[in-house]
T-cell receptor, first 113, second 114 residues
Framework: IAGITQAPTSQILAAGRRMTLRCTQD?????MYWYRQDLGLGLRLIHY???????GKGEVPDGYSVSRANTDDFPLTLASAVPSQTSVYFC????????????FGPGTRLTVL | DQQVKQNSPSLSVQEGRISILNCDYT??????FLWYKKYPAEGPTFLIS?????DKNEDGRFTVFLNKSAKHLSLHIVPSQPGDSAVYFC?????????????FGTGTLLAVQP
């Protein structure tokens, strides 16, 4: 593993189903983030975690939940997917200090039908 | 309410010329600004940043200018190369908290023509 990995790469999901997007990092960064990217809206923060054991809500948290059991993993769960959650999802990390850039994973393309 | 705005969805430039990408923000509390570059089917990659205590930061062909009074920043790429063709996002963060949460603009698609 080098950097940030996300799985799956893409997924088509029926509405109402539960889905967990996985994110794993090997950079030992304290902070992790989940964004969604939608055309015309840029990247919007869903949830974040300052350090293992803590999480916080971002700009668009409704319909999503996260957990941070350890430093490396930060899964994003859609409890009951809806079509408006069709998007490209990016996981990101940073050292967690102020004014640090964030590093992004390759993304997961999710389609909810 | 879009706190970070990139009003040009796309920009086309000839190879060798200067590319200027613009970004405006509304929150005067933002004190750190970043530019990211994104190729299709890849995650965004960090390009360059600037703190609000500066008005210019340069890294090779890339220069970011910050005008705090106008709440405006711009990214200059000179000379532009075909490999620079990508979507460029500006982002801003505000002080406070253990993690700098970024607010992103909507992106500008740059096409550099050979």
């Amino acid at each position: 593993i080098a950097g940030i990995t996300q799985a799956p790469t893409s997924q088509i999901l029926a509405a109402g189903r539960r889905m967990t997007l996985r994110c794993t990092q090997d950079m030992r960064h304290n902070a992790m983030y989940w964004y969604r990217q939608d055309l015309g809206l840029g990247l919007r923060l869903i949830h974040y975690s300052n350090t293992a054991g803590t999480t916080g809500k971002g700009e668009v948290p409704d319909g999503y939940s996260v957990s941070r059991a350890n430093t490396d993993d930060f899964p994003l769960t859609l409890a009951s997917a809806v079509p408006s959650q069709t998007s490209v999802y990016f996981c990101a990390t940073s050292r967690g200090n102020l004014n640090n850039e964030q590093f992004f994973g390759p993304g997961t393309r999710l389609t909810v039908l | 309410d879009q706190q970070v705005k990139q009003n040009s969805p796309s920009l086309s430039v000839q190879e060798g010329r200067i590319s200027i990408l613009n970004c405006d923000y509304t929150n005067s509390m933002f004190d750190y600004f970043l530019w990211y570059k994104k190729y299709p089917a890849e995650g965004p990659t960090f390009l360059i940043s600037i703190s609000s205590i500066k008005d210019k930061n340069e890294d090779g062909r890339f220069t970011v200018f910050l005008n705090k009074s106008a709440k405006h920043l711009s990214l200059h790429i000179v000379p532009s190369q075909p490999g620079d063709s990508a979507v460029y996002f500006c982002a801003a963060s505000a002080p406070g908290g253990a993690t700098n949460k970024l607010i992103f603009g909507t992106g500008t698609l740059l096409a550099v023509q050979p």
